[in-house]
Every structure is written in C-alpha cells, then in structure tokens.
C-alpha cells in the first residue's frame, strides 16, 4: 500500500507553511496575522493552504509543539545521566540553549503566549510542566548541596531559564556556534562571572 503524501503545490508541504506561519506570528502577531497572509507569503492560495492544516489555530499548536518537544527531549535526556543533580541541572541549562538555537522561531513564539486560546493555554500548560521538572532537579541540587540551599528552588529555576529564554532577544548564529554559546551560559549560570 502507498504512503498517503501531504497534498499542495509542489514545494509547499506543511513544514514550509509551519515556518511561514511562525515567520508571520513572530513579526505581525498571531492575532494580527490571517491565513490569507500565510498563503501569500508562499505564493498559494488559501484553500491550497487548507490542504495542509485546519487552520491558525492548529498551526499555532504545531509551532508551540515544536519548542516544547525540544525542550522536554532535552529534559529527558539530561535526567537519563547517572551523575549528581548539580551536573543533570547543568547539562539541562546547555542543552536548552541548544533547543532554543536550532528551534529559535519555535521557542520565540512559544515565549509570547499569554493563554489567549486554547492552544496557548496547552502551551502554558506544557510550561509549567517543564518548570516542575527544572524546580525538581534544582531542590535535588540542593539537597546534595551543590546548589545554594538559601535560593528558592522554585525562583532559581525560574531565573536560570530567564536567562536561557533571553538568547531570543540577541542571538542569531553569526553571533557564534550554538555549543560554544551553550557552554557559557551554562558556566556562568553555574559558575558566575567573579574571577576566582
């Protein structure tokens, strides 16, 4: 039996629309952005667009997803290391600067939810969920005492991923390789910027 193939112009397949949407989301707003805005910027009309999805909202949805997914994948895999909770928390801090410099339009958006539809609010969910697993890995980071006991578990994982989140407003990949920018905000999250 043949696989069923995504139907559209050629070249247009619902990756192509997903970017296109989020290009528009992130400059225009996604309130302010129509679906007839998304099928002009790739040259199709809109009933070619519904081809490929049922509409903003599930575009929204697929594009909130896809940082997500790279961040709990992230989590995931930090968690999975046999090593103490200070190193897991780390390795976490690092490898979601990597998430958020392969996924840079995915995360922005996800960034500048508010809960407005019913799609932001799954994403919102979704982030406090993450924010769980961080706050968890933080208290454990405590209780082994590589991690001041003093802070709010809570507060700090919310002030290192303030950190992480920042890289939306300044970083593009001409401002250096994402590891090497992975590996310092993941230092100085850890280590500071005191000369010792």
């Known amino acids: ?20 949407a989020v290009r528009l989301f992130n400059t225009r707003g996604y309130d302010a952005t129509s679906m007839f805005d998304v099928a002009e910027s790739l040259g199709i009309t809109k009933s070619t667009l519904y081809h490929h999805v049922s509409g903003k909202e599930q575009l929204l949805t697929m594009a909130v997803d896809r940082a997500l997914d790279g961040l709990f994948e992230a989590a995931e ?29 995915f995360v922005t958006l996800l960034l500048r939810v508010r809960g407005n539809t019913a799609a932001e609010q799954h994403a919102l969910s979704r982030r406090r969920e993450f924010d769980r697993i961080v706050t968890d ?9 590589g991690v001041r006991a003093d802070v709010d578990p809570a507060t700090a994982a919310r002030l290192l991923f303030g950190m992480v989140n920042s890289l939306i407003e300044w970083y593009r990949p001409d401002r250096g390789a994402p590891g090497s920018i992975a590996d310092t905000v993941a230092d100085l999250a850890f280590d500071g910027l005191r000369h010792r």
């Open 1 to 20: 039996m043949e696989k069923s193939r995504r139907r559209g112009r050629p070249g247009h397949d619902q990756d192509a629309v997903l970017a296109a």
């Open 77 to 105: 895999a930090a968690l999975r290391e046999e090593s103490a909770a200070t190193v897991r928390l780390k390795d976490l801090i690092r490898r979601s600067v990597l998430v958020l410099a392969d996924r840079l339009e």
């Open 137 to 145: 890995l933080v208290k454990q980071a405590q209780a082994e005492g």
